[in-house]
Nanobody, 127 residues
Framework: QVQLVESGGESVQGGGSLRLSCAAP????????MAWFRQGPDKEREGVAG???????TYANSVKGRFTISKDNAKEILFLEMNSLEPEDTAMYYC?????????????????????WGRGTQVTVSS
């Protein structure tokens, strides 16, 4: 089974920045819809940002203007650039993927829409 591998999580001060990466060795990478999710302490997992085959993006309201999702189709890597980090952003961050067939044109931040997951990378933001 394909395994997505996240990296880049660490402890940072509030106001700082991080860039998360997700190595995604998926055949026909460009045909997948992909997303970042997170699960904070004592919270349910929530969608953060998504991107489709066209590069169209969607974001949770809580991160709009601070986070940017992007991908490198040639290197098969998904990124999440996070700026102006807040303690509330502390969470385990997961990347997820779902094959879209010939092309993935939808955007979703719903957990049930994705079937391929990584094991997560921890982000801790101190005040």
């Amino acid at each position: 089974q394909v395994q997505l591998v996240e990296s880049g999580g660490e402890s940072v001060q509030g106001g700082g920045s991080l860039r998360l990466s997700c190595a995604a060795p998926l055949a026909r990478f460009s045909r997948y819809c992909m997303a970042w999710f997170r699960q904070g302490p004592d919270k349910e997992r929530e969608g953060v940002a998504g991107i489709n085959s066209d590069g169209k993006t969607t974001y949770a309201n809580s991160v709009k203007g601070r986070f940017t999702i992007s991908k490198d189709n040639a290197k098969e890597i998904l990124f999440l650039e996070m700026n102006s980090l807040e303690p509330e952003d502390t969470a385990m961050y997961y990347c997820a993927a779902e094959y879209g067939g010939s092309w993935c044109s939808w955007n979703s931040l719903e957990e049930h829409d994705y079937n391929i997951w990584g094991r997560g990378t921890q982000v801790t933001v101190s005040s």
